[in-house]
């Protein structure tokens, strides 16, 4: 029985297409997206997926607009719930309403840069490596447990957008995969890490020379 799996996005959602492009062992019962435009959205249909716009703007607050989220995210009985390019802060109650099955990506090497214009920091802060993380979503914003990462170089001449563009490389290699592991039922949680099950080293660390 493949793993049926709801995805939030708020743009053109390519982590979500490299999602539904890999061949994984999951059913994507619903892309739902705050913003009726979002070209993600366009993508789900083409592909006979089922799309829902929900405009967050028609409605008060953020938690009002959450427990019609959330509402609507239970009606297709989802397994996993991918944040993919979903671009609002969730509330807590959110949060706890579908604790240990609600993955994002950010585009840093977590702890380093939540929020928002990683790329950015990362070159006003000089690292040398930079990257992208997927973790499980808790209350405490971007860093919640985290399950893989990739690790690109940062070169002299980056700009952020250069820089952006080869962490999205790894962004999409590495979602997929996180995917994959939750939907083989691979990834356990204990004291707040993640670890691989069926792996002796439980190294979930992808590095690039790239």
Same mark, same amino acid.
């Given at each position: 029985m493949s793993c049926r799996v709801v995805v939030l996005l708020s743009g053109r959602g390519s982590n979500f297409q490299a999602? +539904?492009?890999?061949?994984? %062992?999951?059913e994507i019962v619903a892309v739902i997206s705050n913003r009726p435009q979002a070209t993600g959205l366009e993508y789900a249909r083409t592909h006979g997926l089922t799309a829902i716009a929900l405009d967050h703007t028609a409605h008060p607050d953020r938690e009002a607009f959450d427990t019609l989220l959330a509402d609507e995210i239970e009606r297709h009985q989802p397994d996993l719930v991918v944040l993919a390019g979903y671009m609002r802060i969730l509330s807590p109650v959110f949060i706890a309403r579908f604790e240990g099955r609600l993955l994002n990506i950010h585009p840093?090497?977590? %702890?380093?840069?939540?929020g928002l214009k990683t790329h950015e920091r990362a070159l006003e802060e000089g690292v040398k490596i930079h990257g992208c993380t997927v973790h499980f979503v808790t209350a405490d914003l971007d860093h919640g447990p985290i399950v893989i990462q990739a690790a690109v170089p940062v070169r002299a001449d980056d700009t952020p957008g250069s820089l952006a563009a080869r962490?999205?490389?790894?962004?999409?290699?590495?979602?997929?995969?996180?995917?994959?592991?939750? +939907?083989e039922g691979r990834l356990a949680i204990f004291r707040g890490r993640v670890n691989l099950k069926d792996d002796s080293t439980s190294q979930s660390v992808f590095s690039t020379g790239m």
């Open positions: 999602i +539904a492009e890999a061949q994984l %062992p999951i840093s090497l977590l %702890p380093m840069f939540p962490v999205l490389v790894q962004e999409h290699r590495i979602y997929p995969q996180a995917v994959r592991w939750f +939907a």
